[in-house]
């Protein structure tokens, strides 16, 4: 069964710095990956996804992570961190070519300083 | 496009009562899941229904059930109340495919007392 873990509970991160927020996966095959940003009281919003192909993915909000299978990892980046990026991360492996049971980490709080 | 829509958005049951919770799926989207949010537990799926058949079930009791219609609206359901089941209740549509994103509304937050 997949499993994914995120190190981080929490980081605070200064505005203008940049930002990693890591992911860790277990899954026997390629996985298919998402990173989601949750805001308070809101549902889960889609950043990006990786299938295959170029292991640097680009999403919105200027965020992009990179795909690492020899440390089965797929890491979060941005370059400069905006007040409004203020949220909870969520990372997240699909189960496969079939169903859609996600499995996803315990997500990690992002807290930026002015 | 309209987005996923969940309602009601607020729900306060007592313990023993039932509950019905719903989803508006994205158009043309038939694949609809349905996953728990707690801050002890984090997001937990619960099920995911394709063409109003359930495709995936989580570990869940089977107090907790669905079904979808074939507009591919979801419902679900929880019987017998518990303490335990207050959380905030995500739905989620997509195309059905294993790599399709999931699309999440804001949820129903249900308080059980």
């Known amino acids: 069964a997949q499993s994914v873990t995120q190190p981080d509970i929490h980081i605070t991160v200064s505005e203008g710095a940049s930002l990693e927020l890591r992911c860790n996966y277990s899954?026997?095959?390629?996985?298919?990956l998402f990173w989601y940003v949750q805001s308070p009281g809101q549902g889960l919003q889609l950043l990006l996804k990786?299938?295959?192909?170029?292991?640097l993915v680009q999403g919105i909000k200027g965020f992009e992570a990179e795909f690492k299978r020899s440390q089965s990892s797929f890491n979060l980046r941005k370059p400069s961190v905006h007040w409004s990026d203020a949220a909870e991360y969520f990372c997240a492996v699909g189960a496969g070519s079939y169903g859609q049971n996600f499995v996803f980490g315990p997500g990690t709080r992002l807290s930026v300083l002015p | 496009k309209a987005g996923v829509t969940q309602t009601p958005r607020y729900l306060i049951k007592t313990r023993g009562q039932q509950v019905t919770l719903s989803c508006s799926p994205i158009s043309g989207h038939r694949s609809v899941s349905w996953y728990q949010q707690t801050p002890g537990q984090g997001l937990q799926f619960l099920f995911e229904?394709?063409?109003?058949?359930?495709?995936n079930k989580g570990n869940f009791p089977g107090r907790f059930s669905g079904r979808q219609f074939s507009n591919s609206r979801s419902e679900m359901n929880v019987s017998t109340l518990e303490l335990g089941d207050s959380a905030l209740y995500l739905c989620?549509?997509?195309?059905?495919?294993?790599?399709?994103?999931?699309?999440f509304g804001n949820g129903t937050r249900l308080t059980v007392t």
């Open positions: 989620a549509s997509s195309q059905g495919l294993g790599n399709s994103p999931l699309h």
């Open positions: 990786y299938f295959s192909g170029d292991t």
């Open positions: 899954y026997g095959a390629t996985p298919y």
């Open positions: 229904y394709f063409s109003e058949t359930q495709r």
